[in-house]
């Protein structure tokens, strides 16, 4: 048996003792949940159609954003840049020195985790703890240069639209952030203005995509490199691209052969509702998000819906066949508390079928209050997978369409996020979608793989910078 299919080509197996009202709800969601090698190959066809236009002037769901990192590093690359990352949950400051030797660097970093509330606050909150916390790095680390300010590299995962690489209006804020005042600005100049007031040793040089940040990192370790993907919060990918074949950068009048990396930002894709098999679960997360009928895919995918989407199918198994009955779900029904941490354990821990399921007993005891029978447990374990997998085949779609729009037929993908490294099976099971959808013949290797990322954020940034001002 494919591993990686499981549920999709073997159906499920109910443990003895469920009654037959849950049995039939959960085949039927599980139905709901199933994407066939068929419907994975036409999404991505879709998909690939939505690159294409993304790249014209032509209305897309997909943005991609043109990036101006124009180049792939050599590793000669040299410098010492600070980098700042403004992750969903932490800011992470580095200090990266490219050094003489072929791919050397050193790198000093600290981590913040980001206030409670700064997701939903105002832009000055934002600004200003940036750059406090880049003011106490320079601090702790002696970095200070009294009149010469260090060149820092700014990576900022979200929508934007660039016409130069220090420089980005935020199209829309997407993985849950909401702050007022941000949207159809410039972060470089919001940002460098906060470091100004502090008079903090600074100047932005490169404003960089997670995605572009993986690739090019990715790629001065591996030259086979040529997708950079975040599967983590949020799900995106970035390519290099031909500017050629980007008419919408036509009056630039580039060299049609000259490189720059696409930032695609396909989570939006099918934001038009077109091509995705959306069911109940999907439409009410996005209904309770704070940007309803944007990030369509990214939503039915990435990590920070995974949780919310199974949450979602046990209250309904409660609340209509009486799934865990008598319990009191309480905190269950509190809005996005069930991480995809958890959903991912909840069927790592019934993989094996004479686990008494400790793992996912405490979990639902300790965060949520429920007691459930081994049983349950199971049916819990089964939920974790149908959910699970769904996020992994629809995620190799993405990768599939870049693939056949670049008539890539070989290569590797570069992926990051705390997600991909968590989510149980996801590598096997994205590998073997993506086989599918481009129709390996049986006897062949897997010719486009999945690999850990290097770090985007801070060498990736720090490379971005240095080839950046090579000019
Ligand atoms: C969201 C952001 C995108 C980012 C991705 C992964 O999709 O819009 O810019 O690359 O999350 O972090």
């Given at each position: 048996m494919n591993e990686a299919q499981d549920v999709q080509s073997v159906g499920i197996h109910f443990p003895p003792g469920i009654p037959d009202k849950v049995t039939a709800e959960v085949s039927r969601i599980a139905q709901m949940f199933m994407v066939d090698g068929e419907s994975l190959r036409k999404i991505t066809d879709h998909f690939v159609k939505e690159l294409e236009r993304g790249l014209s002037d032509q209305d897309s769901d997909?943005?991609?954003?043109?990036?101006?990192?124009t180049k792939y590093p050599t590793g000669y690359e040299t410098g010492q840049y600070l980098t700042v990352d403004m992750g969903g949950t932490n800011l992470r400051v580095c200090n990266v020195v490219l050094t003489d030797e072929k791919g050397g660097y050193e790198i000093t970093q600290s981590k913040f985790k980001l206030p409670k509330g700064l997701k939903t606050g105002t832009a000055d909150e934002l600004w200003a703890y940036i750059a406090d916390r880049v003011a106490d790095f320079l601090r702790d680390h002696n970095l200070d240069q009294g009149d010469e300010k260090l060149p820092l590299a700014f990576t900022f995962s979200y929508p934007i639209t660039q016409d130069k690489i220090r420089h980005g209006v935020l199209q829309r804020w997407t993985k849950g952030f909401d702050i007022e005042g941000v949207e159809g600005h410039d972060v470089v100049a919001q940002l460098e203005a906060a470091f100004e007031e502090r008079d903090v040793g600074v100047r932005i040089v490169a404003l960089v995509n997670d995605t572009t940040g993986t690739l090019i990192a990715s790629a001065y370790k591996d030259p086979e490199i040529k997708i950079g993907s975040i599967f983590g919060t949020g799900c995106n990918s970035a390519y290099m691209e031909k500017c050629g074949r980007v008419p919408k950068i036509a009056d630039y009048k580039l060299p049609g052969d000259q490189n720059v990396a696409i930032n695609t930002e396909y989570g939006a894709f099918d934001n038009s509702h077109k091509a995705l098999p959306r069911c109940q679960f999907d439409l009410e997360v996005d209904r309770t998000s704070p940007r309803p009928g944007q990030q369509t895919y990214e939503k039915m995918v990435a990590g920070l819906y995974v949780g919310e989407i199974a949450r979602l199918v046990l209250i309904h198994l409660h609340d209509t066949v009486g799934f865990l009955e008598g319990a009191d779900l309480t905190r269950l029904r509190r809005l996005n508390s069930m991480e995809s941490s958890c959903v991912s354990k909840m069927e790592e821990d019934g993989a094996d079928t004479g686990s008494v399921m400790s793992e996912t007993k405490a979990i639902l005891s300790e965060q949520f209050g429920i007691e459930p029978t081994l049983q349950e447990l199971r049916v819990c374990c089964l939920l974790g997978e149908i959910v699970c997998t769904r996020a992994a085949r629809l995620y190799a779609c993405g990768i599939a369409a870049i693939c056949k729009k670049e008539g890539l037929k070989k290569g590797r993908v570069g992926v990051d996020g705390s997600t991909f490294e968590k989510l149980f099976r996801f590598k096997s099971r994205a590998a073997a979608a993506l086989r599918e959808i481009l129709e390996w013949p049986d006897d062949e290797e897997d010719l486009v793989t999945f690999v850990q990322a290097e770090d985007g954020s801070g060498i990736g940034a720090a490379l971005i910078a240095a080839l950046s001002s090579e000019g």
């Open positions: 997909i943005s991609m954003n043109v990036t101006w990192a």
